[in-house]
RNA sequence: GCGCGUGUAGCUCAGCUGGAUAGAGCGUUGGCUUGCGGAGCCAAAGGUCGUAGGUUCAAAUCCUGCCACGCGUACCA
């Protein structure tokens, strides 16, 4: 509708000024108007003319074009044109869907990134939250999207892990691990990390020795050693964190079609910055940097001077895996915004000899959840909060408030919680607030969609009402809410920023509360108007929730 | 030092490709029971948009300086 209304408006504008322009609508306050445009503003100068005299000119032009569609058309303010639909045009775009852009286009989506051997906290609950959101808009633009995870199965936090297990084992004893609980075999992980972190602290032996375990893990992946007990306790270890990883995403609502391992790419990323040392990237000091100055970027090192991958290698390698596999047309890395820089300095270099990847990928960052007052979360204190964690708050407030468990629900408060914030800063999460079920929420949204569909499921029951007239006032709002819904999707998967979604959603649910509270429904002589709209106000809301993740059941 | 980012109501945030009295939620104060789910609705109070300049008919939005905070800045990720 905006579209075609742009496109009719630029036209007549044509016609008046005779001049090549772009009229670009914009959706003003209800009051005045559907869409507004201040293009007059605009010529009005390069004309030497009065502004409010263009708009004139141009508003009587749209109103007797475009009568068919445009109720009305007025002059307000220094120049703007407010444009106010007819309601027979407004209820025929009712059900505009979304654009698809990238239909027959393939999408890669990078994110979530948890290391194994470690456990997931916080943080990695809000990147797999937004990282899903931003795959779901990739999808409805029409892509067809793979959704895929790095983590580091080798590096020092492996070394440090495996430490504290052989310590717990009391040597490299593989059968011991049948002891473990199964349904403790995280927990039992995450103990180990901490104490194989603390020892590597405090304790210079201990060091010492995992420094050496984690050469030898290393080691285990070169010579692809699945027999000595060593090479056992590390292989089932790491598939305990993977089932782990799954049980978790599953929990959660997300899935991936495909982990990385870091020890999977470190060969071919070695194996690609050796082919271009000297081109792109140069030996200096004994190791293999890239000199990212000349780009305004900082200097880092992709081989160390042992001759082992850095993170930087690791992530070429990883660039060239998902182009092999994938061949995307459009690449999407989320991730922390510390690493911003680093990634920047990662992709020039890859620019240098693959320009078609590095232009098809997008790195998009997002800051740190900290707790009220500003605390960052440690994951190396020990009092830090375990996406587990903020999952089981959210349940806890969530049975006490309502008496009942509901995955729907304590789902929907966090996912909610985390998407409405704009991505790129950090976000405050506050435990108490956000299992608070009121206002902004996912449960707010959750319960208007409910209500909606409790009027729907009665219909049979009571029928009756008659009228389509054009709209009353209430309706005419909440119809004219419901059609900006593809209006946001677009600019939402246009910029991949789900949180334009969350604000939508939430302006058509106090919308609706508001139609809902002064508009009956049922057995009113307008029922089928109101049906029709309250039908399409739930089918709404339940696409717009999906698209954030976040499910909208017919009860609550 | 340099680079990237952030600074909007007591708190948490939208708004930032410049436009119409700066918007929400929470909290605070005051209302809504004879009806479709009150997890709701109505209303009030509350803001030098960090700060000083600049550009413009028009600046929270663009540019510059400064202040505060966060992150990054060669063999960690």
Same mark, same amino acid.
């Given at each position: 509708m905006k579209q075609e209304l742009e496109s009719l408006i630029t036209s007549v504008a044509k016609s008046v000024y005779g001049a090549d322009i772009v009229v670009e609508l914009t959706r003003p306050e209800e009051k005045f108007g559907d869409y507004s445009t201040n293009i007059a503003l605009q010529m009005a100068r390069q004309m030497g003319k009065n502004p409010r005299e263009v708009a004139d000119e141009l508003a009587t032009a749209v109103k007797e074009q475009l009568e068919d569609k445009v109720e009305s058309v007025d002059v307000a303010g220094p120049g703007f044109i407010n444009v106010r639909l007819r309601g027979s045009y407004l209820e025929e775009n009712l059900q505009d869907m979304p654009d698809k852009r990238l239909a027959g286009k393939t999408a890669v989506a990078e994110y979530s990134d948890p290391n194994p051997f470690k456990v997931l906290h916080a943080g990695h609950l809000y990147t797999s939250v937004v990282g899903d959101a931003i795959a779901n808009l990739l999808e409805q633009a029409g892509a067809t999207v793979h959704r895929v995870n790095f983590g580091g199965d080798v590096g020092l936090h492996v070394g440090k892990t495996m430490w504290a297990i052989i310590q717990e084992l009391g040597g490299e004893d593989p059968a011991g691990l049948q002891a473990i609980n199964p349904a403790k075999r995280s927990e039992w992980m995450a103990g180990a990390y901490v104490r194989g972190t603390r020892a590597y602290e405090d304790d210079e032996a201990a060091k010492t020795a995992i420094v050496a375990l984690n050469k030898r893990v290393y080691q285990l992946h070169d010579e692809d050693d699945h027999e000595s007990p060593f090479a056992q306790i590390y292989w089932t270890c790491r598939q305990w964190s993977y089932d782990y990883f799954n049980d978790f995403y599953a929990r959660i609502g997300t899935r991936f079609e495909k982990y990385y391992p870091e020890s999977e790419t470190a060969p071919i990323g070695l194996k690609t910055v050796r082919e271009h040392t000297g081109s792109v990237y140069q030996e200096s000091d004994g190791a293999v940097v890239f000199d990212g100055e000349k780009y305004g970027l900082h200097t880092r090192v992709f081989i160390n001077s042992e001759g082992l991958p850095t993170y930087e290698a690791k992530d070429v390698g990883l660039l060239m895996l998902k182009q092999h596999d994938y061949q995307p047309d459009t690449s999407v890395i989320i991730t922390g915004n510390e690493q911003e820089q680093y990634l920047a300095?990662?992709?020039?270099?890859?620019?240098?000899?693959?320009?078609?990847?590095?232009? !098809?990928?997008?790195? /998009?960052?997002?800051?740190?959840?900290?707790? &009220?007052?500003?605390?960052?979360?440690? #994951?190396?204190?020990?009092?830090?909060?375990? !996406?587990?964690?903020? /999952?089981?708050?959210?349940?806890?407030?969530? &049975?006490?408030?309502?008496?009942?468990? #509901?995955?729907?629900?304590?789902?929907?408060?966090?996912?909610?919680?985390?998407?409405?914030?704009?991505?790129?800063?950090?976000?405050?999460?506050?435990?108490?607030?956000?299992?608070?079920?009121e206002g902004n929420s996912g449960p707010y949204l959750q319960y208007a969609h409910a209500r909606a569909r409790s009027i729907l499921r009665k219909v049979e029951e009571r029928p009756g009402g008659e009228g389509n007239s054009d709209f009353e006032q209430g309706e005419r709002t909440l119809a004219r809410k419901i059609s900006e819904y593809p209006e946001v999707v677009n600019k939402a998967a246009m910029e991949l920023m789900p949180h334009y979604i969350c604000t939508y959603l939430y302006e058509l649910a106090q919308t609706f509360n508001r139609f809902y509270e002064h508009n009956r429904v049922l057995g009113d002589a307008r029922q089928d108007t109101r049906l029709m709209l309250v039908n399409r106000y739930a089918d709404t809301l339940k696409n717009g929730l999906g698209l954030l993740g976040i499910a909208a059941p017919d009860k609550m």
């Open positions: 300095v990662v992709l020039k270099s890859v620019e240098q000899f693959a320009p078609e990847l590095v232009k !098809a990928t997008t790195h /998009l960052t997002h800051g740190i959840v900290k707790l &009220q007052g500003g605390v960052k979360m440690s #994951s190396r204190k020990g009092n830090f909060l375990r !996406a587990v964690d903020v /999952l089981d708050a959210a349940a806890r407030a969530n &049975q006490a408030f309502t008496g009942q468990d #509901s995955d729907d629900t304590v789902l929907g408060a966090v996912k909610y919680a985390f998407l409405k914030n704009r991505m790129g800063g950090d976000i405050i999460y506050d435990p108490e607030e956000s299992v608070s079920l």
